[in-house]
């Protein structure tokens, strides 16, 4: 697996992130913040 591979098959490495949260955490308000953070952060790709 190569960089151009990734490429030609229109995919890429991902972001490996790891979020850890406690239980009081609203799950459905972090998606949003996460959906919108890598939204923005994507550049167009």
């Known amino acids: ?15 490996a992130a ?6 009081s955490t609203d799950v459905i308000k972090a998606i949003a913040r996460l959906s ?3 939204q923005h952060e994507s550049c167009g790709q």
């Open 18 to 23: 790891v979020i850890v949260m406690d239980k």
């Open 1 to 15: 697996m190569d960089f151009d591979a990734l490429v030609a098959v229109q995919s890429g490495l991902g972001t």
């Open 36 to 38: 919108d953070f890598y």
